[in-house]
């Protein structure tokens, strides 16, 4: 069994993958061809945003925003602990200070009280100027906007959402990536909708930053590319990877509802005996991990691989405990709810076309193994 299996995918729809990819080798514009905007433009429309702008990585994504928002030293940028590494290392390359908060035990994101307290604290010391908020929408589960929106307005911060994990989930009816100032998305090929290789977007209505975030895209150019009126780097996204984007976004809605069948099935048998995600009824899940909560965690990983079972770990260590963000001083004990997660969490495979069978299997030795050892 595999923990995500993309070949049962690709053999739905290899013809229409293929047809994609030809077209690019036909008119040979690898660099930014007709695909790109294509695309920007289906998934735009599909988040209901005004502007999308593809990028070679979410890690890009949430990069170039930054940049777009002239994050520098002395600049704090909020965000949570328990998440990719990705999110809070582009905070730090741009020489400013990620913050962190802790977060909700029971959705696993930023907690929006927290949140507040954490902005109050800086603003009170003094020594870094409040900038933006990064929330991020943990396993598919979008973070609570209304609330962040709130309190960001309140201190005129912008809120970047980092939907790496998200794309294709809802909050209050609407899309992810339409949720606040600009959003992120990763098309990684695990992510629930992922290309062949690296690909992000961003999303956002604000017409003034999308022309930013073109234009840092392509090193900073203005009227053209040997124009350069500002600091960018190369993030373009490559023109196959759109073109593949282009064909599994076709079927994309269908697999977030298997997703969602996937999901549902797992906490009916599970909800008795593992602590599950709790998903807010406002919300939909894209499902990017199912993820549920065990003192014996590791005891129950290791007796799952030897039924071949394949389980993970997102995140056994949150970051501020990270030696990446040593520099920032932040100690065991400082977000409790985090670290106490980050010890009790694991994954079950989860993607669309885990078959009925297979489940019955990995809930059944869940169930076994619990009964037994723990
Ligand atoms: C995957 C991920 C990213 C980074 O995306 P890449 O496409 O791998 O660069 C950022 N944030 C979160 C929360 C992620 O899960």
Same mark, same amino acid.
């Given at each position: 069994m595999r923990f995500i299996d993309l070949a049962a995918q690709q053999y739905r729809i290899r013809d229409k993958i293929e047809n994609r990819v030809k077209k690019v080798l036909d008119h040979g514009q690898y660099i930014m061809g007709p695909e790109i905007s294509e695309l920007e433009?289906?998934?735009?429309?599909?988040?209901?945003?005004?502007?999308?702008?593809?990028?070679?990585?979410?890690?890009?994504?949430?990069?170039i925003p930054l940049m777009a928002y002239g994050i520098e030293q002395g600049d704090a940028v909020f965000t949570t602990t328990f998440t990719f590494i990705a999110t809070a290392e582009v905070i730090?390359?741009?020489?400013?200070?990620?913050?962190?908060? /802790?977060i909700d035990p029971k959705t696993f994101n930023i907690d929006p009280d927290k949140l507040?307290? @954490?902005?109050?604290?800086?603003?009170?010391?003094?020594? +870094?100027?409040p900038r933006g908020i990064i929330p991020v929408d943990l396993f598919g589960q979008p973070a609570e906007y209304d609330e962040i929106n709130e309190i960001a307005k309140k201190h005129n911060l912008f809120v970047l959402e980092d939907a790496a994990q998200s794309f294709g989930a809802t909050y209050k009816g609407n899309k992810t990536c339409s949720l606040a100032d600009i959003a992120a998305a990763s098309f990684f090929p695990s992510?629930?909708?992922?290309?062949?290789? /690296?690909?992000?977007?961003?999303?956002?209505d604000n017409t003034e930053l999308y022309e930013k975030l073109v234009s840092i895209r392509v090193h900073g150019q203005g009227s053209d590319k040997y124009d350069n009126i500002r600091n960018g780097i190369n993030g373009r996204m490559d023109t196959i990877q759109a073109a593949i984007l282009l064909a599994k976004f076709e079927i994309f809605d269908e697999e977030i509802q298997l997703r969602q069948e996937v999901a549902k099935r797992y906490n009916?048998?599970?909800? /008795?005996? +593992? /602590?599950?995600?709790?998903v807010?009824?406002? @919300?939909?899940? @894209?499902?990017?991990?199912?993820?549920?909560?065990?003192?014996?965690?590791?005891?129950?990983?290791k007796k799952l691989k030897e039924n071949d079972i394949p389980a993970a770990i997102y995140y056994s260590k949150p970051l501020h405990l990270q030696k990446a963000f040593l520099n920032l001083a932040y100690h065991?004990?400082?977000?409790?709810a985090a670290e106490h997660i980050a010890a009790r969490i694991f994954s079950l495979p989860l993607y669309p076309y885990l078959t009925?069978?297979?489940?019955?299997?990995?809930?059944?030795?869940?169930?076994?193994?619990?009964? @037994?050892?723990?």
């Open positions: 433009e289906k998934l735009a429309d599909y988040v209901g945003a005004q502007h999308a702008v593809g990028v070679g990585s979410g890690t890009d994504a949430l990069l730090q390359l741009l020489r400013a200070t990620p913050v962190f908060v /802790d507040e307290r @954490s902005i109050n604290e800086v603003i009170k010391e003094g020594k +870094l100027k992510k629930p909708l992922g290309c062949y290789g /690296d690909g992000g977007m961003i999303f956002t009916k048998a599970l909800k /008795d005996i +593992l /602590d599950l995600c709790y807010n009824n406002h @919300s939909i899940s @894209s499902w990017a991990q199912y993820s549920v909560l065990h003192p014996d965690r590791d005891k129950i990983i065991k004990g400082h977000f409790p009925e069978e297979d489940q019955n299997l990995i809930i059944s030795s869940i169930k076994n193994i619990i009964k @037994s050892a723990c």
